[in-house]
Structure formats: C-alpha cells, structure tokens
C-alpha cells in the first residue's frame, strides 16, 4: 500500500513569490493534516481536513496561507507571497477515520531566499 | 494549554549502550501518547503509542510506559545501534484536542561504532 505522496521534495524560491505543495493521503483516510516544522522543532498543525472540510485552521496564517481540499482526497497548500520565516519543511499526514495514528509524507523542504 | 517537554539533545552514545530519553506532558484529560521517529531525510515514522494510564508500548526493541502520576512517557532502549541514529519525538493526541498531535522539540540521538 502507498504511503502518502507530497510533492516536491525541496522548493527553493525568492521571498514575496508564490509557492504550492501538493499532498495526497493514504487511500480511504478521511483525515488530513498539514504540519510545518521549523528546524530544531517539533511539527505545529496548520489545519486538519475531514474529507473536504476544514475543520480547524485557527494555526494557518490566513494572510498569506490557503489550502484546499477540493474532492476530499489530494490537497494543496500554498503560500503567497512567501517570507524569510516560511522557509521550514510542510509535512502532509493523514489518518483513518476512527485510529489514532497519523501516518506521515516525506515532507517538502521550502527555502525561501 | 497542552505540551510536551523533551530532554534536550543531542544524546551520544556507543553502540550497545541503554538508551533513555525522557518526555513529560501537560494536558486535560486522557491523552495518548506517541513516539515518532525521523531518519535523515524521511518523514516522521510512527515508533510506538500508548492510550491509556500503565499501558508500555513497544517496537524494534525501544519500549516507554504510560505513567499518568509523573505524566511522562520515557523512551527506553537496553541496546542501541548505530542505525538507531534519528530525530525522536514525543507527542500526544486525542479526540478532545482536536485530533491534533502537539509534538515536543525532538532529541537527536547518535550512536556511535
């Protein structure tokens, strides 16, 4: 069984430019988590999707942050106009309606220059 | 609010040596508790969980107990490898906290041939 897939790996890009990740979960997980984890840090929750909605973004920086989740399976979250301080690695999880475990991408790794 | 406190790193060792790295929490009610495991350029694995008072998960050899009186979850391991080498987090769920998981700092360990 497929993990879940982000995408892309690494992003580097100039401040005020805009950038987009792309998540998709585990097939049949209901639940999906964007977390960014700044370095030497835990992961902090951005927003947590069940199926298609957003059911707490009260941590996403509305001003420059969105996200969707359209069909309620693959997701995006983008950043613009991105600043120093967005540079961090964006890691996706999903989970099954019902567990407890969170099941984690690889993460995408955003320099911002 | 809900946290978690990790012991701060980084932790060196030699190979075969007992392994300890301590996490305490603060938190409402009854929540699980995780260990999360990150290798170098990997996304974050789940290592083992405990959902209630006096359970001990276990995986791969590490173990920790659920201790509600002393709200820690210490990580144990009699006999680490190199390949033990990774980031360790310590991290705590439930459905009351919005099914989001707050994560401590992270301990890097390295083991050492």
């Known amino acids: 069984e497929a993990g879940v897939v982000q995408s892309p790996r690494y992003k580097i890009i100039e401040k005020k430019q805009p950038v987009a990740f792309w998540c998709n979960p585990i097939s049949g997980h209901n639940t999906l988590y964007w977390y960014r984890q700044n370095l030497g840090q835990g992961p902090e929750l951005l927003i947590r999707?069940?199926?298609?909605?957003?059911?707490?973004d009260s941590q996403l920086p509305k001003d420059r942050f969105s996200a969707e989740r359209l069909k309620g399976v693959d997701s995006t979250l983008k950043i613009q106009p991105a600043e120093l301080g967005d540079s961090a690695v964006y890691l996706c999880?999903?989970?099954?309606?019902?567990?407890?475990?969170?099941?984690f991408g690889p993460g995408t790794r955003l320099t911002v220059t | 609010g809900n946290s978690v406190t990790q012991m701060e790193g980084p932790v060196t060792l030699s190979e075969e040596a007992f392994l300890t790295i301590n996490c305490t929490y603060t938190?409402?009610?009854?929540?699980?508790l995780f260990w999360y495991v990150q290798y170098p350029g990997e996304g974050l694995q789940l290592l083992l969980k405990a959902t209630k008072a006096d359970d001990k998960g276990s995986n791969k050899g590490f173990e920790a107990t659920y201790r509600k009186e002393t709200t820690s979850f210490h990580l144990e391991k009699g006999s680490v490898q190199v390949s033990d080498s990774a980031v360790y987090f310590c991290?705590?769920?439930?459905?009351?906290?919005?099914?989001?998981?707050?994560f401590g700092a992270g301990t890097i360990l390295r083991v050492k041939s």
């Open positions: 999707y069940e199926n298609e909605e957003a059911v707490d």
């Open positions: 938190a409402t009610g009854y929540p699980s």
């Open positions: 999880a999903s989970r099954q309606t019902g567990g407890d475990e969170q099941y």
């Open positions: 991290a705590l769920n439930g459905r009351e906290y919005g099914n989001k998981l707050v």
